[in-house]
């Protein structure tokens, strides 16, 4: 098991940035994929980025250019750096790491854009 913890939320005007950390309770080095997904009131989780241990990327085509994930493995940190935040970019934000094969999840940071 890993225990993730996610901060760097808040409250920020659309045009403006926000840094999201996660960090995790055991080595990154041992977490092959870690990602970053979000969810709104009556829908479904999705996917934001992903990356994996060889820091391949992948982005979900709305926030492509205008988010950046990134991982600190000797900090046991994970990063997404939201730059252009738009009202529809407001949702909980949840930190995801696959380890042996099982789905770690933290408690979520919430992320609300003002227009």
């Known amino acids: 098991q890993v225990q993730l913890v996610e901060s760097g939320g808040g409250l920020v005007q659309a045009g403006g940035s926000l840094r999201l950390s996660c960090t995790a309770s055991?080595?990154?080095?041992?977490?092959?994929?870690m990602g970053w997904y979000r969810q709104t009131p009556g829908k479904q989780r999705e996917l934001v980025a992903t990356?994996?241990?060889?820091?391949?990327?992948v982005y979900a085509d709305s926030v492509k250019g205008r988010f950046t994930i990134s991982r600190d493995n000797a900090k046991n940190t994970l990063f997404l750096q939201m730059n252009s935040l738009k009202p529809e970019d407001t949702a909980v934000y949840y930190c995801?790491?696959?380890?042996?094969?099982?789905?770690?999840w933290g408690q979520g940071t919430q992320v609300t854009v003002s227009s």
């Open positions: 990356i994996t241990s060889a820091e391949t990327t």
């Open positions: 995801k790491g696959v380890y042996r094969l099982i789905n770690n």
């Open positions: 055991r080595s990154m080095f041992s977490i092959n994929t």
